[in-house]
């Protein structure tokens, strides 16, 4: 991955900054869009012992078609070319049975967890260098079957999946890559935090770790199972 543009949207959250903090690592310029300039500061502070690579934060909303074409605007400013997108976006919700879903609820998650994946392969995608960049999107294991209790989240997962591998096959004449990730749990430093971790699961810089070695081999798989202890 040296010397390559990666693009890491998410790159503030849990899963994304152990990404963000891979990449640099293996020599590459990051870019994360942040929602405010807080967040990209603590993601910065969060890097500052790393000393290849470089990071680029932008601050910037995707939440409509409008915040998402400004911020790809800015982001082409501040790169002519992008090899790299990885989307880990998103968020978990658990504790309520379908049936009891309020409709706000399930609004937010469908938005949070799925219009937000559209607007990023929408808008971003055309961002990659022609006949060459790669797009990674990191998903759950959810996706695979059914999770009482976290129903909706479980079903965005699926509908994210779908997406992407659609794209994928929308793609290939162009030479562009697609991988879909299906993650275990991981050990984020929140989940670390507290205490819900365990040693078999990989942590979000393994993650950042498995999608610099699809890149480095140029991987054609579009699938990825990673299960506990195989990274």
């Given at each position: 991955?040296?010397?390559?543009?990666?693009?890491?949207?998410?790159?503030?959250?849990?899963?994304?900054?152990?990404?963000?903090?891979?990449?640099?690592?293996?020599?590459?310029?990051?870019?994360?869009?942040?929602?405010?300039?807080?967040?990209?500061?603590?993601?910065?502070?969060?890097?500052?012992?790393?000393?290849?690579?470089?990071?680029?934060?932008?601050?910037?909303?995707?939440?409509?078609?409008?915040?998402?074409?400004?911020?790809?605007?800015?982001?082409?400013?501040?790169?002519?070319?992008i090899d790299l997108i990885v989307?880990?976006?998103?968020?978990?919700?658990?504790?309520?049975?379908?049936?009891?879903?309020?409709?706000?609820?399930?609004?937010?998650?469908?938005?949070?967890?799925?219009?937000?994946?559209?607007?990023?392969?929408?808008?971003?995608?055309p961002l990659l260098a022609s006949?060459s960049g790669t797009y990674v999107?990191?998903?759950?294991?959810?996706?695979?079957?059914?999770?009482?209790?976290?129903?909706?989240?479980?079903?965005?997962?699926?509908?994210?999946?779908?997406?992407?591998?659609?794209?994928?096959?929308?793609?290939?004449?162009?030479?562009?890559?697609?991988?879909?990730?299906?993650?275990?749990?991981?050990?984020?430093?929140?989940?670390?935090?507290?205490?819900?971790?365990?040693?078999?699961?990989?942590?979000?810089?393994?993650?950042?770790?498995?999608?610099?070695?699809?890149?480095?081999?140029?991987?054609?798989?579009?699938?990825?199972?990673?299960?506990?202890?195989?990274?």
């Amino acid at each position: 991955m040296k010397d390559l543009t990666a693009l890491v949207l998410g790159g503030t959250g849990d899963v994304g900054e152990g990404i963000v903090r891979s990449f640099l690592k293996h020599g590459a310029t990051v870019i994360v869009p942040s929602r405010s300039q807080v967040k990209g500061d603590a993601l910065r502070d969060y890097v500052g012992d790393i000393e290849t690579g470089t990071l680029k934060t932008v601050d910037g909303l995707f939440d409509t078609p409008a915040e998402a074409e400004a911020l790809r605007d800015r982001i082409a400013a501040l790169s002519s070319r992008i090899d790299l997108i990885v989307a880990a976006l998103g968020g978990w919700s658990q504790g309520f049975a379908i049936t009891d879903l309020g409709f706000d609820q399930w609004e937010r998650i469908l938005r949070n967890n799925l219009t937000t994946h559209f607007l990023a392969m929408k808008t971003f995608v055309p961002l990659l260098a022609s006949g060459s960049g790669t797009y990674v999107h990191i998903n759950g294991q959810s996706a695979e079957g059914p999770h009482p209790g976290a129903g909706p989240v479980a079903a965005m997962s699926a509908a994210q999946r779908s997406l992407t591998l659609t794209l994928a096959e929308e793609l290939r004449p162009s030479g562009l890559k697609v991988h879909e990730l299906l993650m275990p749990p991981i050990n984020t430093r929140r989940r670390i935090s507290h205490h819900h971790d365990r040693p078999e699961w990989p942590s979000a810089e393994d993650i950042g770790d498995y999608v610099a070695t699809l890149i480095d081999r140029n991987d054609d798989v579009v699938t990825h199972w990673i299960e506990p202890k195989k990274i």
